[in-house]
């Protein structure tokens, strides 16, 4: 049972919103993860779960909760106003897949492209995995939405696997972490269902909290969440999510606009407007925006014009049948059918649609029979009509009607009848008209025309606008994008002379970004070198006591030479003796001292074989002294234009921690291997295997001055600076291998792009 709530328990709390991101619906489980943040954190903490993602950011914004799981593409989206807490690691990495799944053994789903006429379940607007990835996919398919027979979003991933296993749905798009861990459960969303189709790796939803939030309440929550795989209740509470940990999430967001758009699904090559330039885009949009403007109000127009003329055909027809009631009523008592037939033809003529034959009217005896009709081919005189089916409805009978009757049927047509009553109110007959469907449809090429001109004018007048406003606009962001590209490459002092000064405040704040930026990598590059030069010192002095070994040897016996020399110097084949006895041991120390030099001072040259030589012998006194086998390969294929300097730290560095790490007796392979493309350096020992976490632990534990191992975060750093990478060969089977590798080219020159 979790502990009894402190005082403080009492005054504060912490709550924090939930998405569908995880399959948090267990009120036990929810229960428990609360309980054990409360006491970590001595404040009262509640979860607050809901389906969809803008409701839960709308909470975090307006201040009803303080932090949210979220996904990762509002988190993108609404960058500005959220900060990191923490992300979760799954699978060891901070990154998931997105899935999409159909039922299973329904073979009738291949993939994306064979989704036309399927119904297809979507996760919720703001999900990445759970919608932009698909509609990526969808676009590189070829296939709209219009495609789909039909589409739905079903608030929440796992809602989604259930509406493929129910076959309520043909195939859907899932977060793989909740479908993976779906399956974990045995739920039958995932056994119901299989997975056709994996994205590439997206960043793992993370916890957020608004920029405004409290710092200590915001870092506290960060180490409890950070802390959980450290004790036995917080490891089994991630068990239950499927998860291995958090990581730390700190500092502004720099966010890659392409990796952003990737993200989306939305990339560049599937839409025509975000392969153009800016200057382009502005001035297309706000045409766009004009054409789509036109064709909205067209719409508008057309509906109000649809309804305003059904109500002025039916104010019309009204009129017509008082009319007809009114002057057929003699002529009905009369019985003279001629003289009513001459009046409905002259009336119907007024009738909407009667020119095109789409209306017509009819007067009716007291039994309902046509006495008489404008369209004699169609309502047959003497023939019955009320209580008659007439056009698939089945009109009044006689003695029903005692007022006007409308009829509205259900294709849009219309039918009137309207009782002829004598002045002592006995109903004589009826006045009949019947009115088709189309003549109260809009006429669209009337209402087309002047719409198209106005959106030809209007894109006539302001395309020219909008390529100058454009053109205006994009300036500032044009300058300051040469000037990031360049970064790393020019002088710092000379890009803050070219960044923009524009008194706009996003771009100024963007400029001030940039500005500052290059500053940090000003101070950055004068660290590293420094680093750099203190590293190669502490190599150095690292191997200074073995290196003094091989020189004080060679001189011991150098001196005993000398007084053999004194004493015995008479004869000749003594003499010959001790002076080659002489000049191998000179030759010893001119090697040692030949290789310890270059290490001590700054060079600015390419790397040489010799080079790798050097860094061997000076290795060597420490190898012999460690009882290691030290082997060596070369295999240069081209000329190596990479410095010298840096190189030879981060072998001397690889190899003595090879050494270090192999025991006695043990063994160590190094190997130079050069191409066109790139310059790598690798050491194997058989010793104690490092993996990758384990490396990422040591470089991290020595960029806090940690004095372990033999300056691998120098190699890391290295390998970063000049563009390469520092990691351990997965493949290696025994002991460890490490790899170093940097493009072989000068600094100076630009990376090819294929």
Request: proline share 5%; net charge neutral; with cysteine.
């Amino acid at each position: 049972m979790a502990a009894a709530p402190g005082p403080a328990l009492a005054q504060e709390r912490l709550r924090i919103g939930l998405t569908a991101v995880i399959l948090a619906d267990r009120a036990a489980f929810l229960a428990r993860w609360a309980d054990y943040l409360s006491q970590r954190l001595d404040t009262r903490v509640t979860f607050v779960s809901r389906d969809q993602y803008q409701t839960v950011h709308d909470l975090l914004f307006n201040g009803q909760i303080d932090a949210a799981w979220t996904c990762g593409y509002p988190f993108v989206r609404f960058q500005s106003q959220l900060q990191l807490v923490a992300v979760p690691l799954y699978q060891g990495q901070p990154t998931y897949q997105s899935y999409l799944i159909r039922p299973l053994g329904d073979t009738t789903v291949s993939g994306w492209a064979s989704l036309a006429g399927k119904v297809f379940a979507y996760s919720d607007p703001l999900s990445n995995s759970g919608w932009l990835v698909a509609q990526g996919e969808f676009a590189k398919a070829g296939i709209g939405q219009r495609d789909l027979k039909r589409a739905f979003f079903a608030h929440g991933h796992r809602n989604v696997a259930d509406a493929v296993a129910s076959r309520l749905a043909d195939a859907g798009s899932i977060d793989g972490y909740v479908w993976e861990t779906m399956k974990l459960q045995g739920m039958a969303g995932a056994s119901q269902t299989e997975v056709i189709w994996k994205s590439r790796l997206h960043g793992f939803p993370p916890l957020v909290a608004a920029t405004g939030a409290a710092p200590a309440r915001v870092e506290a929550l960060r180490r409890s969440l950070l802390d959980m795989q450290k004790d036995d209740a917080g490891r089994a509470l991630l068990k239950s999510l499927n998860l291995d940990g958090f990581i730390a999430g700190r500092g502004p967001v720099r966010l890659d606009p392409a990796a952003c758009a990737q993200r989306a699904g939305l990339r560049g090559d599937n839409l025509v407007l975000s392969r153009l330039p800016y200057r382009v885009q502005i001035p297309l949009g706000l045409s766009l925006a004009v054409v789509l403007a036109a064709l909205l109000v067209t719409a508008v127009a057309a509906q109000i014009f649809a309804r305003t003329a059904r109500t002025d055909t039916l104010a019309t027809v009204d009129r017509a049948a008082q009319l007809l009631s009114a002057q057929s009523l003699p002529l009905l008592a009369a019985d003279d059918i001629w003289r009513v037939f001459a009046l409905l033809r002259n009336t119907a003529a007024f009738l909407p649609g009667a020119s095109t034959g789409q209306a017509r009217a009819a007067v009716l005896d007291n039994e309902g029979r046509v006495f008489a009709s404008s369209a004699p081919q169609l309502l047959r005189t003497a023939s019955a009509l009320m209580g008659q089916p007439v056009n698939g409805y089945t009109l009044p009978s006689p003695a029903s009607v005692t007022k006007r009757v409308r009829i509205d049927r259900p294709d849009g047509s219309i039918a009137l009848v309207e009782p002829i009553r004598s002045e002592d109110g006995q109903v004589l007959g009826f006045t009949y008209i019947e009115v088709d469907a189309p003549v109260f449809a809009a006429d669209w090429a009337a209402l087309t025309e002047p719409a198209l001109i106005g959106v030809g004018l209007a894109a006539f007048i302001l395309l020219p606008a909008g390529w100058w406003i454009g053109r205006r606009m994009t300036a500032p962001v044009l300058s300051m994008a040469s000037v990031i590209e360049r970064l790393g490459r020019d002088e710092p002092a000379q890009l803050k002379q070219q960044l923009p000064h524009t008194k706009d405040p996003e771009l100024g704040r963007i400029s001030a970004a940039v500005e500052q930026l290059i500053s940090e990598m000003q101070v950055r590059r004068q660290a590293e070198r420094r680093a750099l030069s203190a590293e190669r010192m502490a190599a150095v002095g690292r191997i200074t006591a073995a290196v003094a070994h091989e020189i004080n040897n060679p001189l011991a016996g150098l001196l005993t030479a000398t007084q053999t020399l004194s004493v015995h110097g008479g004869s000749e084949e003594t003499r010959k003796r001790t002076l080659d006895l002489l000049r191998r041991g000179l030759n010893q120390i001119q090697t040692t001292v030949a290789a310890l030099l270059p290490q001590a001072r700054v060079e600015d040259r390419a790397l040489e074989i010799d080079d790798f030589a050097d860094v061997v012998t000076l290795a060597h006194p420490d190898v012999s002294h460690r009882d290691v086998k030290l082997t060596t390969a070369v295999e240069v294929e081209s000329a190596m234009r990479v410095p010298s300097a840096a190189l030879r730290q981060v072998m001397l560095n690889m190899l003595l921690n090879g050494v270090s790490a192999a025991g006695e007796p043990g063994a160590v392979h190094a190997e130079l291997r050069a191409d066109a493309d790139r310059v790598t350096f690798s050491v194997a020992h058989g010793g104690k295997t490092l993996t990758a976490e384990g490396l990422h632990s040591t470089v991290a534990a020595e960029s806090g001055d940690d004095p372990r191992g033999f300056g691998l975060w120098v190699c890391r750093e290295i390998a970063t600076q000049y563009g390469g990478g520092f990691a351990v060969d997965e493949a290696h089977r025994q002991g460890t291998c490490l790899v170093f590798w940097i493009p072989n080219r000068e600094t100076h020159e630009e990376p090819v792009v294929d």
